[in-house]
C-alpha cells in the first residue's frame, strides 16, 4: 500500500511516517520503480505500535533508542511492565528512565497546584475591604 493508505490504516498521516523515518523509529520502506514508498501489514502494525508507545509518554528518542527491537511485539497489544519480552526492557533502561521523569512532572504539577489552591484559600479568607 501506498503512503496514504498507510497512514490512514494506522490512523495518522503520511507526513508523521515520513517523520519516523526521518528519526529512525520506521526502516526506509521499500519503494516502487518510480520511486513511492510501499508498505504492507507489518509496517502499519510497526506504526501503530510506535504510536502506542508515543501516547504513553515515551519520547521519539526513547522509542529510537529500541527501535531495533520493535519487531518483537506481536499484535497490537504491548506486553505489561517488567515483562522479560519487553522491547524497552530493564536492559535499556528506557522505561525506567521515562517513568522516572514523568514522576517527577507529576510532583512539580502537584506543588504547583496545592500552592495554587492554597494562594486562593488564602485570598477567600480575607474580608472584602483587605483584597
Not at 17 to 40: C, I, K, N, S
Not at 71 to 87: C, F, K, N, S, T
Request: aromatic share 4%.
Amino acid at each position: 500500500m501506498r503512503i496514504g493508505d498507510a497512514a490512514a490504516a494506522a490512523a495518522t498521516t503520511p507526513r508523521a511516517l515520513r517523520f519516523y523515518e526521518q528519526r529512525g523509529l520506521l526502516p526506509p520502506p521499500r519503494r516502487t520503480a518510480t520511486g513511492q514508498r510501499e508498505y504492507d501489514a507489518a509496517d502499519v502494525n510497526r506504526i501503530r505500535i510506535i504510536r502506542e508507545l508515543l501516547m504513553l509518554g515515551l519520547t521519539v528518542e526513547d522509542v529510537a533508542a529500541c527501535a531495533d527491537r520493535l519487531h518483537l511485539l506481536e499484535g497490537d497489544a504491548l506486553p505489561r511492565y517488567g515483562d522479560p519480552r519487553g522491547v524497552c526492557s530493564s536492559t535499556s533502561g528506557v522505561v525506567e528512565r521515562r517513568l522516572t521523569a514523568l514522576n517527577d512532572e507529576i510532583a512539580r504539577l502537584t506543588k504547583l497546584r496545592d500552592g495554587l489552591a492554597a494562594r486562593t484559600s488564602a485570598s477567600a479568607a480575607l474580608p472584602l475591604d483587605a483584597r
